[in-house]
């Protein structure tokens, strides 16, 4: 009985990122800024709740990593403001998450090592073709352990997703794993909360070598909303070493996806840049109503990394 | 300090215990216990689920006691909600059956004086105690599992620690599954692993940036609790959301409702082994998630809920969203029924995890869990808000079975009254002219108790606003409530039958550690 169940919707399974996914392409990110000199920029920064837009010298940028996805800075200021649309939203270098990246501004709060001029695409490219080799191996039959940080829950919803027809990660060799000791991804989740450490520190060192380490949400990113905190490191990155960083609260299944094969260097037509290599995070196209009259510049300009190759 | 408006002020702890008890005799049900540091004292607030509303009942702790006289050997339903507070606040409940650490195990002495943390005079070593509802508190609270105890086993018995790390894509917590091989006589939990802070949390950010903290305190059921967070304010400036602001909330909290009841099922048909009907629920899962994720950008509904309303219009029309749920209503019920119809699923549920009525009622079990052992107190019918009250949602048919098998028959039969009130949601907003969608939300200095129906119960907000900022806020979610219930339900279980147990609870341990 089952099976003719099983049968009556025929196939449900997206075919991304092979062939394009319309609710992929859809579905929405992080917020990203859309003008980069804008009006009043020295006020713009108290828009968010989490700090994640600086502003320096008349330009603004926004730290996606801290993005909770509040929708505030683009309900108050939707002229410099949008939302990003579409799954690439991951990066593999915490600084590649701050949009635009722009030149000579000083560190944001929370990243002291940020240096004080864009990462070189060289740079990133090194970082790439490092992650590359270690993954190299892992071919197409890839185990997932995950570890929850002190997450609010629906990372593990969005994780699980991809299990449901719709997502269905084994048609790509990607598989969820109990043991520790038999994965080669782990994905972390939660703001890092501090009973979590050594059991995460421990489910870490248990996995054997090559391991990649993505931390998915904004929390896990971060902290989120939920630092500073006495029981939170702020982010899983105090414990474990992070190679792949997903924002969103949560991320859609689309981006933990995406993050899976940026990690794995499966991305179709991949060119080992980080988050440019595919589709990067666009603006939204306008809402509807008051806001589609201002007409909205065209994305970041050619110099932010983030937009080169903007192309898909 | 502004005065608690809405609290009753008893003279001191026992007073307060002996009238929460006489109102629990006359039919009342015990909805919380939690503590406020204030300068100098401990205030114990309880509050008390009525017909009418949620009554709060306020003692003050004198300064500089270490311990008051506990209130569960009087009362079952306080076991958890005093180790929460001893965990905070480090005062002991004397005479507690069980007092070890629950969502903060920290060692050093347990018992402080109760001064002021940043100006009284301390000696000796101080666990930094994060005493919510005071200003400042530890930058860092380091969990140490050398507070918590070891237990004794005897000949035969071992102890499985199951977790935090488990199998699957869940949530982290401990079980300690104390077991002579396959029977379960005793399961402790240890759900400190992923406490984040909340409560303090809360206390660091302005009244209408609270809102945005609720819906992450336990992700699941964010529409719920950002609706008990807004109704605590509106109730406090006097605020009624306008009409259509009213029916999207319901809206939202009905497709949350299915989401969560969904992947009840989604997570018993896996335990059971079922491919298909995992797929197949997984699948409307999916479905619902991304109709939220279409009416309002966030596949969770965040963002929809602020203080006075809500955000925006859904992104869908109305005759859009009627034809949705309409086929997603179809597609449910068929495979629901067909669930309900495979025998060798249905063995594995019945009987399995018996929580039998009485202890239902004296708990006050909340939510399907509650319903399924014939306590029902379903906060949309019995303390209704928003648009509810007009909608005529009505009682489904009271189920008594205790066990798995009804906690999901209740779940199916909230998913039939979901879409149905969603139908007549989407019937309205077409027919709705427009107007404003929130009402002004000014923070108001105060104290008030919101509340909203999750999916899994009953979520609870008892919040203090001070100067626009939030001074206190205690989210009580279903999911802390029932847990603790999970101790009584192993009666001739098994280990096999554990994935079940904890599925049919339906809960999200995000709202238990806080």
Known sequence: MWVLRGLRNGVLTTRWPARPDQYAQDSRGPAVVAARQPANADRLPGLCPTGAIAAAGGSVSLDQGRCIQCGRCVRARPEVFAWSAGPASAALIRPGLIVPDLAGLPGLPGLPGRPGRPESPESLAAVSEQLRARTRALRRSVHLRHVDAGSDGTEEWEILALLNPVYDVHRLGIFLTASPRHADVLLVTGAGARGMTEPLRRAYEAMPHPKIVIAVGTDAVGGGLISPSYATTAGVAATVPVDVWVPGSPPTPFAILYALLLALGRLPGADPAGRDAAAPARPAPGPPGPDAAAPGPPPPGPSAPSAAGAQR | ?514
């Open chain 2, 1 to 514: 300090m502004p005065a608690a408006a809405s609290a009753e002020v008893v003279a001191d702890v026992p007073a307060l215990w002996a009238e929460l008890i006489s109102e629990v005799a006359a039919g009342a049900r015990f909805a919380g216990l939690f503590g406020t540091a204030r300068p100098g004292q401990l205030l114990l607030s309880a509050h008390l689920a009525r017909p009418a509303g949620i009554a709060t009942l306020e003692a003050a702790l004198p300064a500089a006691a270490a311990s008051y006289p506990a209130l569960t050997p009087l009362l079952g339903a306080a076991f958890w909600y005093e180790r929460e507070i001893a965990d905070l606040f480090g005062v002991v409940p004397a005479g507690h059956p069980r007092l070890e650490p629950l969502i903060l195990p920290l060692t050093g002495p347990l018992v402080l004086p109760l001064t002021d943390p940043l100006a009284g005079p301390l000696t000796g070593p101080r666990p930094p105690r994060p005493r919510p509802g005071m200003p400042g508190g530890p930058a860092i609270a380091e969990p140490d599992p050398r507070a918590l105890p070891r237990h004794v086993v005897g000949p035969g018995m071992f102890t499985i620690p199951h977790g935090p790390v488990r199998s699957g894509v869940v949530e982290s917590i401990e079980y300690l599954v104390e077991t002579p091989g396959e029977d379960i006589p005793h399961l402790n939990m240890r759900v400190f692993y992923k406490h984040r802070g909340i409560e303090k949390r809360f206390e660091q950010l302005r009244a209408a940036d609270g809102v945005l903290l609720a819906e992450r305190t336990e992700g699941i059921a964010s529409v719920a609790h950002a609706l008990a967070y807004c109704h605590a304010l509106e109730r406090m400036a006097g605020v009624q959301p306008p009409r259509p602001a009213a029916l999207i909330r319901v809206l939202h909290a009905e497709l949350e409702r299915l989401a969560c009841h969904l992947d009840v099922a989604v997570r018993l048909a896996d335990a059971a082994g079922l491919a298909v009907a995992t797929a197949r629920f997984g699948w409307h899962k999916e479905q619902v998630l991304r109709l939220v994720g279409r009416l309002c950008g966030s596949r969770f509904g965040r963002g929809v809920v602020i203080p006075g309303g809500v955000s925006a219009l859904p992104a869908v029309s109305p005759g859009d969203l009627l034809a949705a749920v309409g086929r997603l209503d179809r597609e449910v019920t068929s495979d629901a029924a067909a669930l309900m119809g495979t025998a060798s699923f249905l063995d594995r549920l019945r009987r399995t995890g018996p929580l039998p009525p009485q202890r239902a009622r004296e708990h006050g079990a909340l939510g399907p869990v509650g319903k399924a052992s014939g306590f029902a107190d379903d906060a949309r019918l019995a303390r209704p808000y928003d648009a509810y009250p007009s909608l005529g949602l009505r009682p489904a048919a009271p189920r008594r079975g205790g066990d798995a098998l009804a906690r999901l028959r209740v779940r199916w039969d909230e998913v039939a009254q979901s879409f149905q009130l969603l139908r007549q949601v989407a019937d309205e907003l077409s027919g709705a002219a427009g107007g404003p969608l929130s009402a002004a939300c000014d923070p108001v200095d105060g104290r008030a108790v919101g509340w909203a129906e999750a999916p899994q119960g009953e979520v609870l907000y008892d919040v203090r606003i001070e100067g626009g900022q939030l001074t206190r806020c205690r989210p009580r979610s279903a999911s802390f409530h029932n847990l603790v219930l999970m101790h009584e339900v192993f009666a001739g279980d098994i280990l096999t039958d554990f994935p079940f147990i904890e599925a049919s609870f339906g809960l999200s341990l995000a709202g238990v550690a806080g």
